[in-house]
């Protein structure tokens, strides 16, 4: 019984970019505070934004970390690291052993091999933001079973141009327009 909104997966690390956390909660809280200070802490002595490599890198650093004490106990999320920079919009994923690797199109969490391999299918390069935010919706949609897993709230993030490079969230009609063309393309597939 919780409030929608309350739980929130998608967070903003700087203008240019942002970050979804699939894992632990509290793990993916304590990763962004460190994201947004890192990014913070780069603009003050550099005066531009943090490129979305370096703040990968710098993330990856931090979760790498705390693999590497008997003290520390490693984390217990993955991220999605996306961003726009001088180099054009890029994407990273910090596993919880600190690996970092840049995508064109990556998922985490449970499904996550589902997910890719629908990813997989699509041709992304040829994509306009607006369809690909309808074919992840329909992608998450696809791979929620909701027999076995619990009820989710679907948050979608963007950093492109249509959002003038800055990291938000997707407009409300364009989720709900996204939702309804998910629960569509479920119902023809289960009706198949």
Partial sequence: ???PGSNRRIHSVHRHSGMAVAGLAADGRQIVARAKSEATNYES?????IPVKELAERVASYVHLCTLYWWLRPF??????GG????GPQLYMVEPSGISYKYFGAAIGKGKQAAKTEIEKLKLSEMTCREGVIEVAK???KVHDEAKDKAFELEISWVCDESKQQHQKVPN?????AKAAARTALEEMDAD
């Fill in 1 to 3: 019984m919780m409030l």
């Fill in 76 to 81: 217990g999320c993955g991220i999605i690291l």
């Fill in 173 to 177: 009609d364009l989720l709900e327009e």
């Fill in 84 to 87: 726009y920079d001088r180099d």
């Fill in 139 to 141: 992608i998450i949609y």
């Fill in 45 to 49: 002595v550099y005066g531009e934004p």
